[in-house]
């Protein structure tokens, strides 16, 4: 605006005709257009896995994708791990973008070719990988140094403490996966700034919290009845794997848009 000025200041001829001045930009901290309540956005992530047909070519490939890279990794090792890598990036930088993009607005949803093609994503989706690992251990810290202990010597008190770790790691996970897409893979550690930032949302996060308990319980309630079935016929095992894996895939879909919708809802949330 400041130039736009000067010029007009400067030129009286036919300079400056045929340009528009500039738009006055929002005021920094503003709420954007068409902003929303998050609660009643919420419900809508449920619809993550099968919202564009990306999401469901993606959803379809998902389990024989996770499946082939854990036959990797326990096969070859170190090696195999290589081998993981991009196929666990090319699934986690799907599940980014799908945050990303309903933070910028919620009508949008990713594509695959993006993903793919892009000239940034040939060289850095393997590292959403490393930025979901990040996340992962940020938010189940705790329950990673409790389990060894209830594993030695089993008790009921070590017991109740894993359950809990549990519970406060699955509440926590939607703050390292913000994090994580708004940073690197090391951001989800910053748990002072998570905190600051979980407090500012206050009933926002609590309900985004309450999604991922809701959603990985579904998952752990289905994973035993589906091992239960699993195991009545031969080859179960390996197609209770591949289901299972898409039954993740699809719930972390949910969960990742609901990330979204969170920062989309509130400019805080970064």
């Known amino acids: 605006a400041g130039l736009w000025t000067a ?13 528009r001045p500039p738009e006055p930009k929002e005021e920094e901290g503003a709420p954007r257009r068409g902003r929303r309540p998050y609660l009643p956005l919420l419900p809508g992530a449920l619809a993550a896995p099968f919202a564009s047909p990306s999401s469901i070519f993606m959803l379809a490939v998902s389990s024989p994708l996770m499946v082939g890279a854990h036959i990797a990794v326990v096969a070859a090792g170190f090696l195999g791990l ?27 949803h990713p594509r695959v070719k993006g993903l793919l093609w892009s000239e940034e994503s040939r060289l850095s989706f393997v590292g959403y990988f ?8 940020a938010a189940l810290l705790p329950l990673l140094l409790i389990l060894p202990s209830y594993e030695t010597a089993p008790s009921f008190l070590w017991g109740a403490a894993v359950a809990v770790a549990a519970i406060l790691g699955v509440a926590w996970y939607p703050m390292t996966l913000l994090q994580a897409a708004h940073g690197t893979g090391l951001s989800p550690f910053n748990y002072p700034q998570g905190f600051r930032i979980a407090r500012k949302l206050g009933a926002d996060y609590g309900a985004c919290a309450g999604f991922f308990l809701v ?5 752990a309630g289905l994973q035993v009845a589906v091992s239960s079935w699993a195991a009545t016929f031969d080859g179960g095992p390996m197609a209770a794997r591949f289901l299972m894996g898409w039954v ?8 990742m848009r609901a990330v979204g919708l969170l920062c989309w809802a509130r400019d805080d949330a970064r």
């Open 130 to 137: 490393f930025r979901w690992l990040g996340a992962s251990f």
């Open 248 to 255: 993740a895939y699809a719930s972390i879909l949910m969960q």
């Open 215 to 219: 959603t990985t319980g579904a998952v």
């Open 82 to 108: 290589l081998l993981a890598a991009p196929l666990y990036g090319y699934l986690c930088g799907f599940l980014f973008d799908v945050a990303l993009r309903a933070a910028e607005d919620p009508k949008q």
């Open 7 to 19: 010029m007009g200041d400067a030129f009286t001829g036919p300079e400056l005709e045929g340009l």
